[in-house]
T-cell receptor
Framework: AQSVSQHNHHVILSEAASLELGCNYS??????LFWYVQYPGQHLQLLLK??????LVKGIKGFEAEFIKSKFSFNLRKPSVQWSDTAEYFC??????????FGTGTKLQVIP | EPEVTQTPSHQVTQMGQEVILRCVPI?????FYWYRQILGQKVEFLVS????????KSEIFDDQFSVERPDGSNFTLKIRSTKLEDSAMYFC????????????FGSGTRLTVV
């Protein structure tokens, strides 16, 4: 069975600080990896996804993530956060044609 | 950009009543899903639907729940005899024919059971 772990539950940063949110997954085969964002009161939006190829994936709003197969990790990064990045971030995985499994989420609070 | 549309955006119902949550997936998608998110908790998988039948369901998706694709465009989740603990945000999603290129989620229906 596939699973996802997000180690940081709540992160507080000042504007312009760099961000890295951890995500580790468990699955025995080839996986597809995703990061979703949920702004307060809004629905889930896809930030970026990895299926194959370049392990460094660039998404919307200046976010990127790096797939490190040996570490079963897919950490999300942004060099300089803005107040508008305040949201909850979910890492997700699916193996092959299985359902997508979500992590428990990381709440990011950016202080102006 | 194509969207998944969900209606209503907010539904309030009395305990014991039946509710139907509606979703219009992206037109060329063949896989459909329902997820829910209880306030403050993680996003949980409920059910997946392909080729007019349930392909997978979670332990949450018991006899109280059912899904249907009544026509070529709508995908519905019915909750019979709602309970207080059914209060949550319900998200519909669809994915492309390959099933592996990420889901597109709808904006969700907030269900409040009183």
């Amino acid at each position: 069975a596939q699973s996802v772990s997000q180690h940081n539950h709540h992160v507080i940063l000042s504007e312009a600080a760099s961000l890295e949110l951890g995500c580790n997954y468990s699955y025995g085969g080839t996986v597809n990896l995703f990061w979703y964002v949920q702004y307060p009161g809004q629905h889930l939006q896809l930030l970026l996804k990895y299926f194959s190829g370049d392990p460094l994936v660039k998404g919307i709003k200046g976010f990127e993530a790096e797939f490190i197969k040996s570490k079963f990790s897919f950490n999300l990064r942004k060099p300089s956060v803005q107040w508008s990045d305040t949201a909850e971030y979910f890492c997700a995985v699916n193996g092959g044609y299985q359902k997508v499994t979500f992590g428990t989420g990381t709440k990011l609070q950016v202080i102006p | 950009e194509p969207e998944v549309t969900q209606t209503p955006s907010h539904q309030v119902t009395q305990m014991g009543q039946e509710v139907i949550l509606r979703c219009v997936p992206i037109s060329n998608h063949l896989y459909f899903y329902w997820y829910r998110q209880i306030l403050g908790q993680k996003v949980e998988f409920l059910v997946s639907f392909y080729n007019n039948e349930i392909s997978e369901k979670s332990e949450i998706f018991d006899d109280q729940f059912s899904v249907e694709r009544p026509d070529g465009s709508n995908f519905t989740l019915k909750i019979r005899s709602t309970k207080l603990e059914d209060s949550a945000m319900y998200f519909c999603a669809s994915s492309d024919p390959g099933g592996t290129y990420g889901y597109t989620f709808g904006s969700g229906t907030r269900l409040t059971v009183v």
